[in-house]
């Protein structure tokens, strides 16, 4: 009898083993998440995509993990984490091996989207289920080390996928992500065998249909609306009709709330300064991430600026990203006791630091002298991915941990499609003005000056060069280091973008988590208070 006890592992040992699951699929939602970025171009030639559907490449994959991850997360609560970490799994991989296999635009998008609902299950509950697993002395670090393999999956996404795209193909990818997850898949059925996570299901629990309506239409519609309005126009019915819908079910997502005996969201924790702080710093973590890493990637592929290849491009960035996971792994082994106020309030000012130094790139400032900036904001990542979702979820009761884990986690993929498509207003701007301003310089009394007029308006880099040769030496230098400039300013924008949330967020840190730390599960007693 002793030696069968003996034989059995520890909670901690049972623990690793669930982290070493979810690491894997978090690897691969994390690093599928920025890989297909720097394969636009070979997808786009493939497929013959217009800007269009190029753009619905990446923006299908974020729509669907917005918009779902609450309501699987909700599920899980309800009917199992397990079951539904393994159906995102599974669907995660029909959407691989979709695109894998793809031979028109069509099944292309089918399978992005099915990556990500898949993506929404696996993020929605891996949290969840790694805290279930743990116990609660060991929970900081498990939580740390989870934020921190999400953070270096999307760094490395961009060497991955330009390596494959490069060196193999960029259907590698896609095979990479099935060969991942039948490893994670044979791990999961080994956890549930030996029963390595609790089962936290909720007795009598009802799932919440109308609150379930009201996400779908308030996510999807929104998110649609950010990820294309640039494209369509931002006074166009296409953008006007869904911004309005989103708005519509807003109102009604919080009437149902509060009606309901077991709502969706349990809007009441966000009267928990430290839960909305979660939520809130989690948001501002993936805005500012994908504000930077879009238009940084974009800026050091310029032939004008840094010249990288795909895969310069993310060894480029690897100085953030090797930082944030050092950081995510220690910080909350060291500050788990303590209030997490100054850590937080630290890492949001660190970012915008970071992001204030990078303004000062210019086309012709060399890979020395950012690197340092960039581990700058990686250790401020590192702090947050870190320290925020163990912020929140901390404080609820562990049947509400799913439902918790899946509200975190829809603010930084909603977050991140704002930080992008506001990163890419404020680029896009700039440009324009700053091309308004080159274009007004131009000679009007000549065909090559109206012809170098529309092509600056209009055209790619290359017939702008082309016009640019044409043109007398010296009048060609004047525009090209113009048009540079141009490139330098509209970067600057995005990193000031990227600053002011860092800011916004901090201000919010200092606000919302003063006073003393709060017991755990402390949230509780906020769903005895009436609505």
Known sequence: MSDKTSSEPTPEARA???????????????????????????????????PSGLQW??????????TLVTIVSRLGDITGKMG????????????????????????LLIGRGAQGAGAAALFGTSLSLLTAATPEDQRASVTGAWGAIVGLAIGVGPILGGAFAHYLSWRGVFATDLALLAIAFAIGLHVNKKKYIPDTRLADARFDYP??????LFLGP????????????WVTLLTLMPLGLAAVATVALVIVSRRSDDPLIELRYFRHPRYLMAATGMFVTGFTLFCFFVYFNTFVQSPDAFGYSSVGAG??????????????????RFLAPFSFQWPIALGLGAMAVGFLLLTTT??????AE???????VGIGLGICFSLLPRLGLRLLPEEHVGQGSGVINACLYFGATLGAVVGGLAEAITTRRGLSKVIDALPTDSTQGADLAHALAHGTPGQIQQLLSGLDPDTSTALAKALRDVQDNAFDSAMVIAAIAALTGMALALLLLRGPVPAVHSAAELTRVPR
């Not at 490449?57 to 917005?66: E, G, L, P, R």
């Not at 393994?86 to 979709?98: D, L, P």
């Not at 609150?211 to 779908?216: D, F, W, Y």
């Open 16 to 50: 690793r083993v669930v982290l070493t699951m979810t690491a894997i699929c978090m690897m691969v939602v994390g690093f599928n998440t920025t890989a297909v970025a720097t394969i636009l171009p070979n997808l786009k030639a493939d497929f013959d995509l217009t």
């Open 57 to 66: 490449v990446m923006a299908i994959y974020t729509v669907a993990s917005a």
């Open 84 to 107: 539904v970490f393994f159906f995102g799994m599974i669907v995660f991989a029909i959407g691989s091996a979709s695109v894998l296999f793809a031979q028109d635009s069509t099944m």
């Open 222 to 233: 929104l998110s649609f609306a950010l990820s294309n309005g640039e494209s369509n126009g």
């Open 370 to 376: 950012i690197w340092w900036k960039l581990m700058i």
């Open 362 to 367: 210019t086309n012709t400032t060399q890979y």
């Open 315 to 332: 060894l480029a960035i690897m100085p953030l990203s090797l930082s944030m996971f050092v950081i995510s792994v220690t910080a909350p």
């Open 211 to 216: 609150g379930a309506i009201a996400i779908l």
